[in-house]
């Protein structure tokens, strides 16, 4: 059995998380998959985390509103 860790830059977008289906199918034992953040989503959280405890409240909802599109046009496309 192998485990497999993608994330960041590898599920970016539906090509790359494409690219990870074609790894996936070409293995020929059983695996395990873990999938974490899509690539620069852990920055875009940190970012309006910080801004939030900065209480700077407008800015923390505009960083999450710019960062939010992009990443559910990525899943959406797919």
């Not at 993608?6 to 998380?17: A, E, H, K, L, P």
């Amino acid at each position: 059995m192998r485990v497999y860790k993608f994330g960041g830059s590898s599920v970016q977008d539906v090509d790359r998380i494409k690219n990870v289906v074609s790894i996936l199918e070409s293995v020929d034992e059983p695996i395990i998959v873990v999938v974490s953040a899509m690539g620069k989503t852990t920055n875009a959280i940190e970012q309006v985390i910080k801004l939030a405890f900065a209480q700077k409240e407008d800015s923390a909802k505009e960083a999450w509103n710019n960062y939010m599109p992009k990443s559910y046009r990525s899943v959406k496309r797919s």
